[in-house]
């Protein structure tokens, strides 16, 4: 087999299940050295369990709150000490709450926003302090960034305006030898999918043929981190079954 990330480092925020878990299997299959991320530790070790690596010394845990930039710059400064180099950075960490706009307050908008998009801006910062040029960085958006639904304003204000962080941040890192792109995610099976109170009350309608696998978007995210996607810069790739192509 094929291993495009072989001895690469790859950082994966809100890595301990869902997406981030499956990401973090795709990586170490094609021979990346993983860093999994998350404010979760009992996640982590969980997670660590279910990956059953060959070579444990390929794995490090880092208990991280992505919206706290010291504990992301020291998460990124092990990873280093341990690995040697920076790669590839996964911002995959979100926080969704539910409810209407007029009960929610200031302070669920400063956590949401704190998580969703703060801690892919502290990242990114750090990878454009400490990654070398070839690198990449994947920002793991949502299609609520462009079509929503009642109750989660500000998880699909942040997951736009992560959008337009891609967009700058694909700028400034092109003169760093450093891709930046996003991936937009639609239904997938995950538990924040199916304990989303909307998703429940059926206020938002899901076709089984349009829930995807967490493995379907760890695929996706490996292309844009990979060699193969070495034009791809400040692209916004949408993952979805074709949900917001229907009329």
């Not at 950082?11 to 999994?36: H, P, R, W, Y």
């Not at 444990?56 to 710059?73: G, K, R, Y």
């Not at 981190?225 to 692209?235: I, L, M």
Request: aromatic share 6%.
């Amino acid at each position: 087999m094929n291993k495009r990330f072989q001895n690469e480092t790859v950082i994966i925020t809100g890595a301990s299940g869902g997406i981030g878990l499956a990401t973090a299997k795709k990586f170490a299959e094609e021979g990346a050295n993983i860093v999994l991320a998350d404010i979760n530790l009992e996640g982590l070790h969980n997670a660590a369990a279910t990956l059953q690596l060959s070579d444990p010394d390929t794995l490090l845990l880092a208990q991280c709150d992505v919206s706290n930039e010291s504990e992301v710059e020291e998460t990124v400064n092990t990873a280093i000490k341990k690995f040697g180099r920076l790669d590839i950075v996964v911002n995959n960490a979100g926080l969704m709450i539910f409810k209407k706009l007029e009960e929610q307050t200031g302070e669920d908008w400063t956590k949401v926003l704190s998580v969703d998009l703060m801690g892919a801006f502290f990242f990114t910062k750090q990878a454009f302090l400490q990654m070398k040029s070839g690198g990449a960085i994947v920002n793991i958006s949502s299609i609520h960034a462009v079509e929503t639904t009642p109750m989660v304003a500000c998880y699909a204000a942040a997951k736009a305006a992560l959008l337009s962080l891609t967009r700058s941040a694909s700028m400034e890192g092109k003169a760093k030898g450093i891709r930046v792109n996003a991936l937009l995610p639609g239904a997938i099976d995950t538990p924040m999918l199916w304990n989303n109170p909307n998703v429940k009350a059926h206020i938002e309608k899901i076709d089984i043929d349009s829930v995807g696998k967490p493995v379907d978007i760890a695929d996706a995210i490996a292309y844009l981190a990979s060699d193969e996607a070495a034009f791809v810069q400040g692209a916004a790739l949408r993952v979805d079954g074709g949900r917001l192509a229907r009329l």
